[in-house]
């Protein structure tokens, strides 16, 4: 059988029902596409091969446990698997900046998406994806409630202190900080459930 002229989805099913040989083609046709991506967002060859190895890995181990959902493009979800093993990499190395907001309970929410939009030493290849990722939020948006839309707009699109924010909708600053969290949480879902791969 020619594996090469197989689609991605028929070359997954194949490996599945155990053909080792259609996951070495998916990994030849997507790799280069992969790493290069990582390389561009940990800016370490070395850094880049060790997550470009768990990608692999745990693809193969959710393959494996018949968990992965066809509905979704196989390129876009190995992308996303990488995507959040480099989040988990800026994490750990404490270089991913965190959104400073706090949940009721004092612990820390999920990263802020927006912060990553916004990471030094971008080059100008770096700064065309993150326009377009920005391009890309900004769309979530209109799937928010009002009230929490517009503090995003300010915050992040308008450059808006809190403050500002509070003055000009006439909440105070708690009340402010509290619809960007829950705004947050709810663009978090919305790319969740719509597979987005962010910073790509």
């Known amino acids: 059988m020619q594996f090469i002229s197989l689609t991605d989805k028929e070359l997954v099913r194949h490996y599945v029902k155990g053909n080792e040989n259609s996951f070495e083609v998916l990994l030849n046709r997507h790799k280069d ?46 992308m996303r698997i990488a995507h959040n093993l480099i989040i988990d990499h800026f994490r750990k190395a404490k270089k991913m900046p965190k959104a ?50 517009e503090v995003v707009v300010m915050r992040h699109y308008q450059d808006m202190s809190f403050k500002d924010i509070s003055e000009k909708t006439g909440v105070s600053i708690n009340t402010a900080l509290g619809r960007m969290r829950y705004a947050l949480i709810n663009l978090r879902r919305l790319i969740e459930e719509n597979q987005m791969i962010m910073t790509y």
């Open 33 to 78: 596409k992969v790493f290069n991506y990582i390389k561009m967002m940990v800016k370490d060859v070395d850094v880049a091969n060790d997550i470009f190895q768990d990608t692999f890995i745990k693809v193969i181990q959710t393959l494996k446990k018949g968990k992965y959902n066809e509905e979704g493009k196989f390129l876009p979800w190995v």
């Open 100 to 149: 400073n907001i706090y949940a009721s309970n004092g612990e820390d929410e999920d990263f802020d998406i927006f912060s990553i939009l916004k990471m030094d030493d971008q080059s100008i290849e770096d700064k065309i994806v993150m326009d377009q990722v920005f391009s890309d939020v900004k769309k979530l948006l209109d799937y928010l409630p009002e009230e929490q839309r």
